[in-house]
T-cell receptor
Framework: DAGVTQSPTHLIKTRGQQVTLRCSPKSGHDTVSWYQQALGQGPQFIFQYYEEEERQRGNFPDRFSGHQFPNYSSELNVNALLLGDSALYLC????????????FGPGTRLTVT | GENVEQHPSTLSVQEGDSAVIKCTYS??????FPWYKQELGKRPQLIID?????GEKKDQRIAVTLNKTAKHFSLHITETQPEDSAVYFC????????????FGTGTRLQVTL
């Protein structure tokens, strides 16, 4: 039973560039949530995808966008990167409906220079 | 929106002692409270959770208690072991907000020999 996977593991980008991060949910899960975790802080909710649509969004600018594919995998795109976007980006998968448990992937460490 | 406060930020206990981490939440409509353990450089791992219709839940050496009236919940770890050393995060889910979790700021637990 495959857990949540994310790619790439690490990424270094320059200010102003664009980045795409990828996530495959746990087998059987249909919902993907993305979180940003700055160093020494708790994860902050970016948005959630269910049935290929953004279902809910946190307090993040439009530079952050996403997509969910028919196989439930998801992408997070960040445009016009800022130094402050440097963080660990975590994907969490869950089963829609009344199951609330979320399981995290290993994350992508993004460094913006 | 929901706000979660977590205390203490750091906690040092001797092996075999108990550890208690406390969280408070702001919105009485929150109905699900998970706890995650995050080791250095690793993904957050769900260790225990509780729903608002339950006052206490136990799983071997860990337990969570919920006081809905006071809007606080706590993690209790008994007979601590060195492998319990990690950062622990509490979180809360607001009813009707899909699976969005609002996290506390984390507690760094150090179990010393």
């Amino acid at each position: 039973d495959a857990g949540v996977t994310q790619s790439p593991t690490h990424l270094i980008k320059t200010r102003g560039q664009q980045v795409t991060l990828r996530c495959s949910p746990k087998s059987g899960h249909d919902t993907v949530s993305w979180y940003q975790q700055a160093l020494g802080q708790g994860p902050q909710f970016i948005f959630q995808y269910y049935e290929e649509e953004e279902r809910q969004r946190g307090n993040f600018p439009d530079r952050f966008s996403g997509h969910q594919f028919p196989n439930y995998s998801s992408e997070l795109n960040v445009n016009a990167l800022l130094l402050g976007d440097s963080a660990l980006y975590l994907c969490a998968s869950s089963l829609g409906g009344r199951r609330y448990e979320q399981y995290f992937g290993p994350g992508t460490r993004l460094t913006v220079t | 929106g929901e706000n979660v406060e977590q205390h203490p930020s750091t906690l040092s206990v001797q092996e075999g002692d108990s550890a208690v981490i406390k969280c408070t939440y702001s919105d009485s409509a929150s109905n699900y409270f998970p706890w995650y353990k995050q080791e250095l450089g690793k993904r957050p791992q769900l260790i225990i959770d509780i729903r608002s219709n339950v006052g206490e839940k136990k799983d071997q050496r860990i337990a969570v208690t919920l006081n809905k009236t006071a809007k606080h919940f706590s993690l209790h770890i008994t007979e601590t072991q060195p492998e319990d050393s990690a950062v622990y995060f509490c979180a809360a889910r607001l009813t009707g907000t899909a699976s969005k979790l609002t996290f506390g700021t984390g507690t760094r637990l150090q179990v010393t020999l």
